[in-house]
């Protein structure tokens, strides 16, 4: 071949492949490497936060220091605390497309199941369903349901712009296990204000609550998980 003549066609598609390439890449910049522990902590800050502002703001039940007394108020801030933390991990770990969150989905709920049926231990017999109906006060049932949901949205929120950066390999466990973690954290923080000690109360309604915020959390957060 004469030294003046034209490179091959491939050749020319290679050096303009390459040439692209580099453009491309010459405005990328290093990412720092996301790990579950500073995530974990991100989540624990907004909580904490939110606990915060919440008891600032007035949220603080008035008799607390009589509520304190009563093991049913350690039995539900227990609970939340423990379903959050179950839920939110198994979420967290499972952004790693390595990792499966279907066995520690199964131990939250699980989890969960055991909460409802200690609650009940604690004092949940009482003979009438009149006295029944009434320990379970709907009205109120309802408004509590509602305040738990709102105050599940920050901890929603907050997993969901993790997720938007990890790679889950199952997005819909992925999402009912943040999901539910979530719920049980805006719970947690609800604990404080809750004006009930009743363990029938508690576990019918808080049981609602967090089905009820996983529910849409799982749809919200499936979107946001498709990758």
């Known amino acids: 071949m004469p030294a003046d ?41 907004i909580v904490a936060v ?3 502002l919440f008891l600032a703001m007035g949220g603080l039940r008035p008799d607390m220091p009589m509520a304190m007394k009563q093991p049913s108020w350690w039995w539900k801030l227990g ?6 933390i179950a839920g939110l991990g198994t979420g967290l770990l499972s952004l790693d497309p390595a990792r499966s969150p279907r066995r520690g989905l199964r131990i939250t709920i699980l989890l969960v199941l055991l909460c409802v049926a200690l609650g009940w231990l604690v004092d949940a017999a009482r003979p009438g369903t009149t006295a029944l109906l009434a ?3 709907w009205r109120q049932g309802i408004g509590c349901v509602w305040k738990m949901a709102v105050l599940a949205i920050p901890a929603v929120l907050g997993f969901g712009v993790l997720l938007r950066r990890g790679a889950p390999f199952d997005g819909a466990a992925t999402s009912w296990a943040g999901g539910l973690g979530a719920a049980a954290a805006g719970a947690f923080v609800f604990v404080f204000a809750c004006p009930s000690d009743d363990p029938l109360y508690i576990a019918a309604w808080y049981a609602v609550g967090l089905a009820l915020v996983s529910a849409v959390s799982r749809v919200i957060l499936g979107r946001v998980a498709r990758w």
């Open 50 to 52: 939110e606990l915060v």
């Open 135 to 137: 320990r379970l006060d």
């Open 79 to 84: 609970s939340m605390g423990a379903i959050g």
């Open 5 to 45: 003549a034209p490179p091959p066609s491939g050749r020319r598609a290679g050096d303009a492949t390459g040439a692209l390439i580099e453009r491309l890449a010459g405005d990328l910049k290093p990412v720092r490497r996301r790990t579950t522990w500073r995530d974990a902590a991100v989540l624990a800050a």
